[in-house]
C-alpha cells in the first residue's frame, strides 16, 4: 500500500532538484529515486525489517499506515497544489494519421530499459538467482548460506529506484500532486492480479491489458469512471481465474 506514495517522493525530490538545486531533468532523476531509496530504506529498517516473520495482515497494516504518513508528509511540506517539471514542448510527430508525441516515445523507451534491465538482474547475475531463491523459500536460501538480510536490502532498493522513476515519469506526463501514486495504486494491484502473483512477466502483461481497458473505456464512460474497470477486471480474474494469467495454479494438501 505504501508502494503508491514512493512515488510520489520520486516525483517530488526530481521537482525539489529542478526548481531549487538547479539541476538538469537527467541529475534530477537520479536524486529523485535517490531520495526514494532513501525515505524507504528508512521505513524498511525502522519498520518492516523489525515485523519480519509476522503474519502478512500485519504487514498491510503497518503499510497502510506508512503511505499514510508519507502521504502527509509531503502534503505538509508542499501542500496540496499541482507542480510541473521545466520541460520543452514539442510538437506532435504524425505517422500514419496518428499524433505520437516525443515525450511518450522516450517514456516508453526509458520503461522498456528498465524492463530489459530487471530482466537481465534477475536471470543472469549473483544477486539475481539469489533474490529468486529468497523468493521461492527464504528458510531454505538461509540454509543454503545466502544472506537473507542482504538480498531483502538488495530488492528493496532495486523496488524503490523504480517506483521513483516511474513517480518521475508520471509527473512528467501528467502534473505532481500528492496523490500521484495513490491514483496508480488500484490499477498496478489490478495489473499485478491479472497476470498473477510472483510473475513479473505477467504483471507487464497485465498493466498493458489494464491500461489499453482503461483508455479504450473512456470513449463510452467518462475519465473519472475508467478506474472502475480496475475494479471489473479484479473481480473476473479473481472469479474465473484467481492464479491470473502467467500465473501458476497451487493446491494444498
Not at 529523485?32 to 495482515?57: D, I, P
Not at 508519507?70 to 517539471?85: E, L, N
Amino acid at each position: 500500500a505504501a508502494h503508491g506514495d514512493y512515488l510520489a517522493i520520486g516525483a517530488y525530490g526530481a521537482f525539489l532538484g529542478t526548481h531549487f538545486m538547479g539541476l538538469s531533468m537527467p541529475l534530477a532523476v537520479l536524486w529523485g529515486m535517490f531520495l526514494t531509496v532513501a525515505a524507504g530504506l528508512l521505513c524498511y529498517h525502522l519498520v518492516f525489517k523489525r515485523l519480519a516473520g509476522r503474519s502478512s495482515a500485519t504487514n498491510l497494516i503497518a503499510s497502510i499506515g506508512i503511505a499514510l504518513f508519507v502521504r502527509h508528509a509531503v502534503i505538509f511540506f508542499a501542500g496540496t497544489g499541482q507542480f510541473s517539471y521545466p520541460l520543452p514542448v514539442l510538437r506532435a510527430w504524425r505517422v500514419m494519421g496518428l499524433r505520437i508525441f516525443p515525450a511518450d516515445v522516450i517514456f516508453t523507451g526509458l520503461s522498456l530499459a528498465a524492463i530489459v534491465g530487471v530482466h537481465v538482474l534477475l536471470r543472469y547475475t549473483d544477486i539475481g538467482r539469489k533474490m529468486r531463491a529468497v523468493s521461492d523459500s527464504p528458510q531454505l536460501a538461509r540454509v543454503s548460506g545466502i544472506r537473507v538480510a542482504k538480498v531483502n536490502r538488495m530488492m528493496w532498493i532495486i523496488s524503490l529506484s523504480l517506483a521513483g522513476l516511474a513517480g518521475i515519469l508520471l509527473g512528467c506526463k501528467t502534473v505532481i500532486h500528492p496523490y500521484i501514486g495513490w491514483d496508480i495504486l488500484l490499477p498496478a494491484f489490478a495489473a499485478a492480479i491479472l497476470g498473477g502473483f510472483g510473475s513479473p512477466y505477467g504483471a507487464i502483461l497485465g498493466g498493458v491489458v489494464i491500461g489499453v481497458s482503461q483508455e479504450v473505456a473512456v470513449l463510452f464512460i467518462s475519465e473519472t469512471y475508467k478506474v472502475a474497470f480496475s475494479f471489473v477486471i479484479i473481480a473476473l480474474v479473481l472469479l474465473i481465474r484467481p492464479w491470473g494469467i502467467l500465473g501458476v495454479k497451487e493446491a494444498v494438501r
